[in-house]
């Protein structure tokens, strides 16, 4: 087990670098970065600022965006024509731009292997504080999402396998299907508007997760105002994200139900809830319990970002969503490379969950 450890924790080392490569080019060449954004807001500011003196705003506009500024770095950005090439160098050896490619990438790689992730262009903050600071809303979303989608897929999903075809299996599948067809935000959106006083009810609170005056509270009160906050955000994830499971557990039972050691029990007499419960539900539960890691990771950083941004809970989701708005790069990459990081991580958790659930399985006998 322990080559097995040591040859997965290599692979991530290429498989990392080439996940930050391939995003790294990806930016390079979409449209827009930190210093055209800067350069437009100075644009619209003189603009403004003209047009109140000279009432003559809509002429001056159009002719301070037709045109562009070839910065220090031979880079062209469209709205800063008139300023001077001097502060557009400024600018790019401000941001790192005025260094080739390739320069910035190795000097990012070798920053984030000691986790120097730099500093947020826009909130003059150190990367790192942001991300701690953020983290507890979203893994408080993370773990009561993943408690109560496994708490309710797995019943269900045995239920369904034992009674399959019945009718309790076709409409909890029409539940299912719901589910599964429709993505979490629009959930959310819905409990918006049912309950957070979007047009019906005004029961739960429609931003953050606590009160303002949540350090005055008492303890009791503490736990029942947070509980309050989240109830709404943990439904829509819980609704858009318990079918999938449901479906594997059923499918797993359904697979082990039909193999020759289960018959083989229920013929020596043995009693249908010991042949379920002690030979049927260890190996149909497998693959479930060992996909943990790798729901709770696709919960916490895929599944919550557009309920962060609906619900206004202020975590890494919505972070990482501001971050891409505002070209904040040093927020986008780090976030990317800490939780690929994370995900890679978890992945061999995850096989080593195998392990735990079935000591019968040996990676050593793996290449990778």
């Known amino acids: 087990m322990g080559a ?39 644009d619209r500011t003189v603009v403004s600022a003209t047009a109140r003196v000279s009432g003559e705003g809509g002429e001056l506009a159009g002719g301070a965006t037709s045109g562009g500024a070839r910065g220090g770095g031979g880079r062209t950005y469209r709205g800063a024509q008139g300023l001077d090439p001097e502060f557009i160098a400024e600018l790019e050896r401000q941001f790192g731009f005025d260094k080739p490619l390739h320069e910035r990438f190795l000097h990012m790689m070798r920053s984030y292997l000691v986790f120097d992730f730099g500093t947020s262009y826009f909130r003059d903050r150190s990367v790192m504080d942001l991300v701690f ?39 909890t599948s029409g539940v299912v299907i719901v589910g599964n067809a429709v993505p979490a935000f629009l959930f959310g959106i819905l409990l918006i508007v049912l309950f957070a006083g979007g047009r019906y009810l005004d029961w739960f609170p429609l931003r953050g997760i606590v009160s303002d005056h949540w350090r005055e ?15 709404l955000p943990v439904l829509a994830l819980v609704i858009g994200g318990f079918a999938s499971l449901t479906i594997l557990t059923k499918n797993s039972f359904l697979e082990e139900i039909n193999k020759q050691y289960v018959i083989t029990a229920r013929a020596k007499g ?34 919550s970002l557009l309920i962060e941004v609906i619900f206004s809970l202020d975590g890494l989701g919505l972070l990482g969503f501001e971050a891409a708005v505002n070209r904040d790069y040093p927020v986008m990459f780090a976030t990317l490379y800490f939780f690929t990081l994370l995900g890679l991580v978890m992945s061999l958790v995850g096989d080593l969950t195998y392990t735990l659930v079935d000591p019968r399985i040996d990676f050593e006998s793996r290449r990778v």
């Open 133 to 171: 600071e953020k983290m507890p809303v979203s893994i408080s979303l993370g773990l009561w999402t993943t408690l109560f989608v496994y708490l309710i897929s797995i019943p269900l999903g045995i239920r369904k396998a034992m009674r399959d075809g019945s009718r309790f299996d076709v409409w």
């Open 4 to 42: 097995y450890i040591v040859r997965r924790l290599l692979l991530m080392i290429p498989t990392l670098f080439a996940i930050m490569v391939v995003n790294f080019l990806v930016v390079q060449v979409v449209p827009g970065g930190p210093i055209e954004r800067i350069l437009s807001q100075l």
């Open 270 to 303: 043995l009693a249908e809830r010991r042949v379920l419960y002690g030979h049927v539900f260890r190996n149909a539960m497998l693959i479930v319990i060992a996909g943990f890691p790798s729901a709770f990771i696709g919960i916490l950083f895929t599944g």
């Open 217 to 231: 509270l008492s303890w009791p009160a503490l736990v029942a105002d947070y509980l309050w906050h989240i109830a």
